[in-house]
Nanobody, 123 residues
Framework: QVQLVESGGGWVQAGGSLRLSCADS????????MAWFRQAPGKDREFVAA????????DYAYSVKGRFTISRDSAKNTVYLQMNSLKPEDTAVYYC????????????????WGQGTQVTVSS
């Protein structure tokens, strides 16, 4: 079973960068598609990015494409989200999630979730 712990959130000015990490303390990291979602106050949780088990195919929400990069390091059982050119509208709690099977954008198809990390972007 996968157990996920996010880190790397914080406060940054618009235009800045942050890198989020999500570590899996289990032993089956390579069996899972990994994804990042976010939830802003008063809004539904939304898909941000996902990466296949092999680290090859990726998928991004239109709002972050070209600014965010998802990657994974199997040796460290960790998935990353590099966020550049941050905007105030990126402010949210960011969650990593895992699922077996294909890369999908629907949050209810992900079985395991981290506790979330806050990202705040000021204008």
């Amino acid at each position: 079973q996968v157990q996920l712990v996010e880190s790397g959130g914080g406060w940054v000015q618009a235009g800045g960068s942050l890198r989020l990490s999500c570590a899996d303390s289990g032993r089956t990291f390579n069996s899972y598609v990994m994804a990042w979602f976010r939830q802003a106050p008063g809004k539904d949780r939304e898909f941000v990015a996902a990466i296949s088990r092999s680290g090859g195919p990726t998928d991004y929400a239109y709002s972050v494409k070209g600014r965010f990069t998802i990657s994974r390091d199997s040796a460290k059982n960790t998935v990353y989200l590099q966020m550049n050119s941050l905007k105030p509208e990126d402010t949210a709690v960011y969650y990593c999630a895992a699922r077996m099977g294909a890369v999908l954008r629907s949050s209810d198809r992900y079985e395991s979730w981290g506790q979330g990390t806050q990202v705040t972007v000021s204008s």
